[in-house]
């Protein structure tokens, strides 16, 4: 496993948004994100990094703290010690208050032509 | 010190919820008259559990690449597997439609054209034709690079192809029983071989269904999300499944290995725990 040096979570929200700004639970412990910008509202795109500098066991996205949140796309851009980036994009997605979005993938295997 | 674990802890609002407290119920004074006594409340009726939380995979995209017509060329992707043994090869047209073949060894290979032709590359160990794909493994501490292996098999398969010998004779498709024979075959081997075996881990092992001669079973209870998993599966399961049934193919995992009731990892804090 990887030690996670920093990742970027760059989603656009659908129509139904949170409340409250966005959280992500690593190992267990929920954390703020250290940099965001744009925002979680309906229609908008909300980008925000976190920096665990550790090895993700658990990496997750926290639903809303009450109502439902729709997301329509998500891309996790990872930054792993001593590795180049790689990015995974997820599809649509609706999290509620008993619901938390996994957002750590290990690079994929590499695809080549023979 | 991981930035996470230091914000983690320096700041109350983040750091992990505390176990809610439960109210115990306070000493009651003694019964008035005509008042029967009441049993004390138990703690699930004094304050509701927190609620339990679930974890959610939504659906990886993968980039497709601009897909033409069928061209005459055959194309053929390869993709190492995580613990480099063994190479997927994916190809633009059938291999074994809707079946599979196992061949652990150059001898076991007599009834395949193919897996002969695979077989004589020096470092192969095992091969495995199921529909579009081709999987090979290379023999452990054999030195054999990824990198010239995979082109090697590669041009065989393309030159296999091309020429039109079918992968595997007509007498291997003869032997295949129905898939409601392989089912119940399969059925009681995990029954009465491979689930007595694990139960002592608290694992269960089910079929999902058979496809061809193809098993696709799911593992479950202390396998799931297990680290030993994949040597049950190799060991236990693939064994055990093709000394009872050797017309068996391919035998696919289905189970969500980080998700459910019992995964490896699990150490969300209270009152975030994954459901049951």
Redesign the interface.
């Known amino acids: 496993m990887p030690k996670l040096e920093s990742f970027t979570v760059r989603l656009r929200t659908g129509q139904r948004a949170p409340s409250a700004p966005p959280t992500y639970v690593i190992n267990g412990f929920l954390v703020e994100f250290d940099k965001t910008s744009g925002a979680a509202k309906p229609g908008e795109v909300y980008e925000a990094t976190g920096e665990p500098g550790s090895f993700p066991h658990s990496l997750l996205l926290c639903g809303p703290k009450e109502g439902a949140w729709d997301i329509d796309e998500v891309s996790v851009t990872y930054h792993c010690h001593g590795e180049d980036a790689y990015t995974i994009r997820l599809g649509a997605v609706t999290l509620d208050d008993a619901s938390d979005l996994n957002i750590w993938y290990e690079r994929p295997a590499p695809v080549f032509d023979v | 010190m991981?930035?996470?674990?230091t914000?983690?802890f320096k700041s109350a609002e983040?750091?992990?919820?505390p176990r809610p407290q439960v109210d115990l119920p306070k000493a009651q004074p003694a019964p008035v008259a005509e008042s029967r006594p009441q049993p004390p409340l138990l703690p699930s009726e004094v304050k509701s559990t927190p609620?339990?939380?679930?974890?959610?995979?939504?659906?990886?995209?993968v980039?497709e690449e601009e897909q033409s017509s069928w061209t005459p060329e055959i194309?053929?992707?390869?993709?190492?597997?995580?613990d480099h043994r063994s190479c997927v090869?994916?190809v633009d047209r059938p291999v074994l439609q809707g079946l599979s073949a196992w061949y652990p060894s150059a001898a076991s290979a007599k009834d395949s054209p193919l897996a002969e032709y695979l077989f004589a590359i020096p470092g192969v160990a095992s091969v495995l034709l199921h529909d579009f794909t081709v999987t090979v493994a290379r023999e452990p501490g054999s030195g054999t690079s990824w990198e010239d292996l995979?082109?090697e098999?590669?041009?065989r398969i393309r030159n296999h192809l091309l020429v039109g010998v079918p992968a595997v004779a007509p007498e291997f498709l003869e032997k295949i029983p129905s898939e409601d024979e392989l089912r119940q075959k399969l059925s009681r081997v995990i029954d009465l071989e491979i689930n007595p075996g694990i139960a002592a881990h608290s694992g269960v092992i089910s079929l999902e269904r058979v496809v061809g001669n193809t098993a696709y079973i799911k593992m479950g209870g202390g396998c799931q999300g297990c680290a030993a998993s994949t040597s049950t599966l190799r060991e236990g399961v693939h064994r055990a499944f093709r000394d009872a049934v050797p017309e068996i193919g391919a035998i696919l995992d289905e189970t969500d290995h980080?998700a459910g009731a019992n995964p490896f990892?699990r150490?969300?804090?209270v009152g975030?725990e994954a459901d049951a």
Request: without cysteine; positive net charge; proline residues 9%.
């Open positions: 991981p930035t996470w674990f914000k983690a983040t750091r992990p919820k609620k339990s939380r679930r974890v959610i995979y939504a659906p990886v995209l980039e194309r053929i992707k390869a993709r190492v597997e995580k090869f994916m995979s082109k098999v590669g041009a980080s990892y150490s969300l804090p975030m």
